[in-house]
């Protein structure tokens, strides 16, 4: 088919939800809990989510018009962003490396999977747990293990004072607690 008849963006390669997220060649590290997440958000899309937009869409395919037809649309639109988003889920699901902090080694020291207790300059304690970048979640305390605060608590240990550098400024923060809960 001519070029002439695509749009621009028809590619997969050219989805930025199939993007890799990760830069070079950096492991696609996952905890065990955020790995049967993401299968089970894939089983669900493939199993349950999909089989129902099929359905919704040939009945609206079968009221005749396609082009006023909202049932119709809709779903084809919904087809595509689930089929997007089962792409992006196999890849990552295929590259992921489980690292499962219940056997991580030299517990007295941050790496993948820990939760760390640390406090501010300004006296503020935070807590936040090292996960794979698909599983990070701000809100609930769980850090994408490539973030600036991971990379400066990567390796410290309990008592260990680091310096968290940011694009605009620099903070020393102390650790106070490594532990390994997941």
């Known amino acids: 088919m001519s070029k002439a008849f695509t749009k621009e963006g028809d590619g997969e390669d050219d989805d ?3 993007a890799d997220p990760l830069p070079g060649t950096t492991k696609n590290y996952m905890t065990p809990t955020g790995f049967a997440q993401a299968q089970a958000e894939l089983r669900t ?3 349950t989510e999909r089989p ?3 359905e919704v869409v040939s009945w609206a ?3 005749g018009d396609r082009s006023e037809n909202g049932d119709y649309i809709y779903g084809k639109k919904r087809l595509r962003e689930i089929d997007r988003r089962v792409r992006y889920l196999s890849k990552r699901i295929e590259s992921a490396e489980v690292v499962d902090p219940a056997l991580q080694q030299h517990l007295e020291q941050v ?3 820990a939760t760390v207790a640390y406090a501010r300059t300004d006296g503020r304690e935070q807590r936040v747990t090292l996960v794979g970048i ?3 979640d701000a809100s609930a305390g769980k850090i994408s293990w490539l973030s ?3 990379q400066a608590l990567l390796k410290a240990a309990e008592g260990d004072v680091v310096t968290l550098r940011t ?3 620099s903070e020393k923060i102390e650790v106070l607690r490594v532990e390994y809960l997941l």
């Open 16 to 18: 930025p939800d199939i």
């Open 45 to 47: 899309l493939l199993y």
């Open 52 to 54: 129902k937009v099929v």
């Open 61 to 63: 395919a079968g009221n």
């Open 111 to 113: 790496f993948f999977g």
């Open 134 to 136: 698909d599983e990070a």
């Open 148 to 150: 600036p605060l991971a």
């Open 167 to 169: 694009e605009n400024s």
